[in-house]
C-alpha cells in the first residue's frame, strides 16, 4: 500500500497547526495566570489599605462615641454599658464593621432614645396629671375654705347686721316718736301715763 | 308735827321755804318775808305752844327735810298750769313733794318713782319691752 505524498503533506499541516493552537492556549494560559496574580495582589493591598483606614476611622469614632455616651446624661448606664461592650466587642473580634457599629450604635441609640421619649413622655404625663390633679384638689380645697370662710364671713355679718339694727333700731323708733310728738300731744300723754299709774298702783 | 297749811306741793317750793327759814330770826321779820301761809302757820305754833321764834323755825325745817321725795320724769319743759295738773295726781299722799325732772331720753309719757319704788310709763321703756318681746318671738 502506497501512501500518497498528498496525504502525508495534508497530515504535516494538521499537525502543526494543532501545535501552535496549543502552544497559544498555553501562552494565553499563562498570560492570564500572571495577570490574575497580580491583579490578586493589587486587590489584597488595596483590602489591606481600605481595612487599615477602616479601622483607624473606627478607633477615632468609637473614642468619641465613648466620650459623647459617657457625658450625655439621656442614657441609661445600662444603655452606656451596652454600647460600650459592643463596640469594644466591635473593635476586639474585628468582625464588625466600622458602618455595622455606627449602624447598630444608632439602631441602639434611636431606640434608646426613642424609649427614653416615651419614658419621659409618659413620666411628665404621670408628673403633669400629678400635679394638675394635686393642684386641682389644692384648688377645690382652697375654694371650699373660701367659699366656707365666705359662708362664715356672710353669715357673720348678717348676724352683726342683724344686732346692729336691733340695737339701732329701738334708738331710730324712739328718735322718730320724739320728733313726731308735738308738746300738746306730750302733755296728753304724761297725764295719760299718770291716770294709767294711778290706777294700776293705786297712790 | 304737821304742818298741814304749808303742804308744799313741789321740791322748788321746799327749798324756797328752807331757804326762807334759815334767813330770818324773829317774828317781826317773819311777818316781812314769810309767805302768808307759812306766817300763819309760825303764828299757830308760837301761840299754841308759847315757843320761841327758833323752836318754831326749827320744827318747821325738821318738817320740811322730813318729806317725802315724789320723783317725776317728763320729757319737756313744763309750764306751771301743766306743772299744776301732774300735781293734782299727787296732792293726796300726805308729807310728799314732788319733784318734777326733765329727761329727754323718756320720749313721751312718765316715769315716777315714790319711796324707791318706779313707775314706768315712758315711751322708752315701752319702746324697748315692744321690740325685746318683737325680736324674741321672731328669733324663736
Known sequence: MTIEPFFITGLIIVFVCFGLIVISIVVLYIRSSRALSALNTEFILYKRDQESQAREALLVATKKAQEIIASTQMFSDETKKWVMDAVNKSIASGSSTYMQII?????????????????????????????????????QSEEKVFHSTLEKDEQQIIEDIAKRAELMLPQIIKDASGRALTQEESEVLVLSSLEKIKKQHGF | MAFESLVPKTKDEVVELLKILSRVTSFEDAKNHFPPKLYDEVLIQQKQNSSSFEVVSKSIKQYLNSMNSIKVYIPFVASRQFIDEILKYFSHLPNSYVELIVDQSIIGGVRVVISGRVFDESLDTI?????????????A
Open chain 1, 103 to 139: 449602624n447598630d450604635l444608632g439602631q441602639k441609640s434611636v431606640k434608646d432614645l426613642l424609649t427614653y421619649s416615651d419614658t419621659l413622655k409618659k413620666s411628665i404625663e404621670v408628673q403633669t396629671h400629678e400635679i394638675t390633679s394635686g393642684f386641682i384638689s389644692q384648688l
Open chain 2, 127 to 139: 319702746i324697748d319691752k315692744t321690740i325685746a318681746a318683737s325680736l324674741k318671738s321672731h328669733n
